[in-house]
């Protein structure tokens, strides 16, 4: 089965610290989504890509986080500088965003804890 | 309010009962339905789609009631492999870019 992968699994780091998130999305997708998953909020929107198009990053606090994707076979979420309140697990998914579109498939995701 | 709202649970339930799990969106523009599972530490995962008419897939069945904008999800005979949560997930179409938004989630129990 075709599958998204992200890197790192697990990231620990110190409050202030950079952290970048990998995403390679399944071959021929034409969307990639970030999401956010804590106890609290559930699954929040931060950012997607069309055809490595930033569509909507309304979701992301902008003045910390950056989502960019350079080719069609790499998204990546970078939080700088990290805060205590970004630890959470961070999803990319992928899919063909179409008339009749049907659900997406997600990674693994990035367990983070910011300390 | 979120765009999605489920009840959190949790239900606990035995093995072979039936349970039904309900869900309400608030954009009436939504193109598009499902149900995801997710288990512990894991990813989410489509479970089913939703269609108008009712679906089923083996011991689930989906339904979607856009007057009402519910969407519903049955398990009939509940295993215990059937424990996780269930997120009802609503896609608002070409206008919000199909990005899929997530209720939180109501988590199951089956228990022996």
């Known amino acids: 089965d075709a599958r998204v992968t992200q890197t790192p699994r697990h990231k620990v780091t110190e409050m202030g610290q950079e952290v970048t998130m990998r995403c390679q999305p399944i071959l021929g997708h034409n969307t990639v989504f970030w999401y956010r998953q804590t106890m609290m909020q559930g699954l929040e929107l931060l950012a997607y890509f069309r055809n490595r198009a930033p569509l909507d990053d309304s979701g992301m606090p902008k003045d910390r986080f950056s989502a960019e994707m350079p080719d069609a076979t790499l998204a990546t979420l970078k939080i700088q500088p990290s805060e205590p309140r970004d630890s959470a697990v961070y999803f990319c998914?992928?899919?063909?965003?179409?008339?009749?579109?049907?659900?997406?498939?997600f990674g693994s995701g990035t367990r983070l804890t910011v300390v | 309010r979120k765009e999605v709202e489920q009840d959190p649970g949790p239900f606990n339930v035995p093995e072979g009962a039936t349970v039904a799990f309900n869900c309400t969106y608030s954009n009436s523009a939504s193109q598009s339905f499902f149900w995801y599972r997710q288990d512990c530490r894991k990813e989410p995962k489509l479970l089913m789609s939703?269609?108008?008419s009712g679906n089923e897939d083996g011991r689930f069945t989906a339904q979607l009631n856009r007057a009402s904008q519910y969407i519903s999800l049955l398990i009939r005979d509940s295993k215990l492999s059937d424990s996780a949560t269930y997120l009802c997930?609503?896609?608002?179409?070409?206008?919000?870019?199909?990005?899929?938004?997530f209720g939180k989630g109501t988590s199951l129990l089956v228990t022996p």
């Open positions: 998914a992928s899919g063909l965003a179409l008339q009749g579109n049907y659900g997406y498939t």
């Open positions: 997930v609503v896609n608002g179409g070409s206008n919000s870019g199909y990005a899929l938004n």
């Open positions: 939703v269609y108008s």
